[in-house]
Each structure stands twice: as structure tokens, then as C-alpha cells.
């Protein structure tokens, strides 16, 4: 009555023990019917002794095989209760596979989503975008991280402080050629009073910011999901000559920031990376 089988589920695989519904329902129901029926042979038998039994010429073969009869009814009738009885808890385990079942696919899913946050967090964590979500108020530059020269900084408003504007020298485009300044629609930092932090950040904190619309800056999940679709974004896999791009491509990146937030938005253990 029981199955095992195996889910598939996005790379990871989940055992299964299933129990076979309709073989368990169609056999209580069987049995059933089948303790009614001999209960009615049984007192349609005894009717009948009884009937005969009042006449006085009794046939005694008939009598006895009649009585024998009655017997193997009874006893059958009582084994086929105790099976039905057993079918019944059957169901029960029945139930508590689906319960079980039901816990095994949720946190699977949270599993799912910690996952996919680790590929985004990977993304995340890359110079092109961790280069305009530094912990201090100076953007980034290069693989390493070092400091922006030329002495700018954050602002206010994220566009540079008094007349050093970020679009002094940065486009709405990447300018030609090495060591250029890259360029995109509305290019410049977070605001310093919703800093959106990323270097320094541990997977399970950055999780936690990200979906805070404290920090995030009164963002909900789909918002977020909408911003990944922006310039600022897309820009990191399009960075101008001479600048890497993160090791998952764009599709990649939004179908698992997309799993992750479909899938809980669940930030990963403290430790994990
Ligand atoms: C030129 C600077 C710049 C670059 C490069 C950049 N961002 Fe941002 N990012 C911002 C700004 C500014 C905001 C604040 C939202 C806004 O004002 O549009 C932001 C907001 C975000 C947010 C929302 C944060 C939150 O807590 O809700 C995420 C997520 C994000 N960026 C991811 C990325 C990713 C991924 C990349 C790289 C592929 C990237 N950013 C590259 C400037 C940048
Ligand atoms: C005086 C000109 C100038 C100003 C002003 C300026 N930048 Fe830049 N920026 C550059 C140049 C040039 C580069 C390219 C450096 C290189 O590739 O070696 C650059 C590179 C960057 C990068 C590096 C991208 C990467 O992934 O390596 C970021 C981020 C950046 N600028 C952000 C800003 C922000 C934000 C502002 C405003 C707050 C700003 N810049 C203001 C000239 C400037």
C-alpha cells in the first residue's frame, strides 16, 4: 500500500513514502460491504434453521451444514471486521505520511530560498555592485574595491557632495575606452540617510536587510523584485571595457532573487555563505 518515490525538486531531491489512497479507500469500502453481506447470510441462515426447526421433519444433514455454515459466517465476519479496523488505522498513517509529506515540501522550500539567496548574494557581493554600496560614504572602484579618487563622496542625496556631482563625469552611457567613467540612467549612491550597505555584510544580515522596509528604504518584496529590473542594475552586466561582470548571468541572477522572495524570502543561517 505503500510507495516510495522521488521529487525532483529544482537540483534537490526529496524522498517520499506515499501511501496509495484509493487502494486503502477502496479496501475499507470492500470490507465493509463484504461484513454487511455475511451478516445477512448469517441471519437469513439462522431465520431459516429456525423456520425449519419448527416443522418436525428435519432433515438432520441439512441442520448440521446449516449450523456449520452459520459457524464459518461468524468467524469470517469477525476476521473481516478485524482487517476493516486495521485498514482504518491505515488511514491514519495514511495522514500523518501526507502531514509529513506537507513539512517536508515547506521546508524544503525554505531551504530553496536560502539557497537561491546564496547565488544572489554572490552577485551582491560583486565589485560591480558592491563598488555603489560601500559600508562608508567614498564609492569604489576596480576588482578591489579601493577607494574612488578624485575625492568624492556620497552626499545627501547619494549624487555627490557640493560640486563634485557623480554627473560630472559619469553618463547616462559608458564612456568609451579604458578607465573611463562607466555610465547609466541616474548613475549615483544610495542616499546617506538609507545607506543600503552591502560590503561587510554577512548573507543571513544582508537577507535581513534587504527585505526590511525599514532599511530598504519602504520597499515590499515585489518592489524589490521591480528594482532589479532598473539601469543601476543591469548596468553590472554591461560594465564598459576593461570591468568584469558577476559569475551568474542577468537571467540567472533575477530567477533566483525571484525564487528566493517566491520561496519565502528566507535569509540563510548565520555562518553560512
Ligand atoms: C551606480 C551605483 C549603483 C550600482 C552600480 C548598483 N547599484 Fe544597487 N542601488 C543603487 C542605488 C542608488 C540604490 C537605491 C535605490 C534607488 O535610489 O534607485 C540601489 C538599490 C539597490 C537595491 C535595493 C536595496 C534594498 O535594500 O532594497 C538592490 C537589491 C540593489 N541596488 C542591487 C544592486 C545590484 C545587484 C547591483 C549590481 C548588479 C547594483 N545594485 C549596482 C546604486 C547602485
Ligand atoms: C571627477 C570625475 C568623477 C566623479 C565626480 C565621479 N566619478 Fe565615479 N568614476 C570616474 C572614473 C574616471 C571612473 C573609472 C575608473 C576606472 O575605471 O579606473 C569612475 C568609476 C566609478 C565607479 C567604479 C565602477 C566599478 O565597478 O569599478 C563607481 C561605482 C563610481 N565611479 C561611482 C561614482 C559615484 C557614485 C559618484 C558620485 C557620488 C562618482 N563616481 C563621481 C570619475 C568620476
Redesign the pocket.
Known amino acids: 500500500m505503500f510507495k516510495n518515490f522521488d521529487l525532483n525538486h529544482r537540483g534537490s531531491t526529496v524522498k517520499i513514502t506515499g501511501a496509495l489512497q484509493l487502494n486503502q479507500g477502496t479496501c475499507t469500502r470492500v470490507l465493509y460491504y463484504h461484513a454487511c453481506l455475511n451478516f445477512l447470510v448469517l441471519f437469513l441462515s439462522r431465520e431459516k434453521y429456525k423456520a425449519n426447526s419448527k416443522h418436525k421433519h428435519i432433515n438432520m444433514k441439512i441442520q448440521h451444514h446449516s449450523l456449520k455454515f452459520s459457524r464459518i459466517t461468524l468467524y469470517s465476519s469477525c476476521i473481516i471486521i478485524a482487517l476493516s479496523v486495521a485498514t482504518l488505522s491505515f488511514k491514519n498513517d495514511d495522514k500523518k505520511v501526507r502531514r509529513s509529506i506537507y513539512t517536508s515540501t515547506s521546508e524544503d522550500d525554505s531551504t530553496v530560498s536560502q539557497k537561491a539567496f546564496l547565488e544572489v548574494y554572490k552577485?551582491?557581493m560583486?565589485p560591480?555592485?558592491m563598488?555603489?554600496?560601500p559600508a562608508g560614504d567614498v564609492?569604489l572602484n576596480g576588482d578591489d574595491n579601493h577607494l574612488h579618487p578624485q575625492g568624492v563622496k556620497r552626499g545627501v542625496d547619494?549624487k555627490g557632495l557640493y560640486a563634485l556631482k557623480c554627473s560630472n563625469c559619469h553618463q547616462t552611457e559608458n564612456t568609451p575606452g579604458l578607465n573611463m567613467p562607466p555610465g547609466?540612467e541616474?548613475?549615483?549612491?544610495?542616499?546617506s540617510n538609507?545607506k543600503?550597505v552591502f560590503q561587510g555584510r554577512s548573507p543571513h544580515d544582508l537577507a535581513m536587510?534587504?527585505k526590511d522596509p525599514k532599511?530598504?528604504?519602504g520597499?515590499s518584496l515585489n518592489d524589490?523584485i521591480e528594482?532589479?529590473k532598473?539601469d543601476?542594475?543591469k548596468?553590472?552586466?554591461q560594465p564598459g571595457e576593461g570591468r568584469t561582470t558577476?559569475s551568474l548571468s542577468y537571467a540567472e541572477?533575477f530567477n533566483q532573487f525571484k525564487l528566493w522572495i517566491d520561496k519565502g524570502a528566507v535569509a540563510p543561517s548565520q555562518g553560512s555563505n
Not at 186 to 191: C, I, M, T
Request: charged letters at 10%; glycine letters at 8%; a positive charge.
Open positions: 552577485v551582491l560583486s560591480r555592485c563598488n555603489c554600496h564609492p547619494g547609466a541616474d548613475w549615483h549612491l544610495p542616499s538609507m543600503l536587510q534587504l532599511q530598504n528604504g520597499k524589490l528594482h532589479m532598473t543601476l542594475v548596468w553590472g552586466w558577476p541572477f
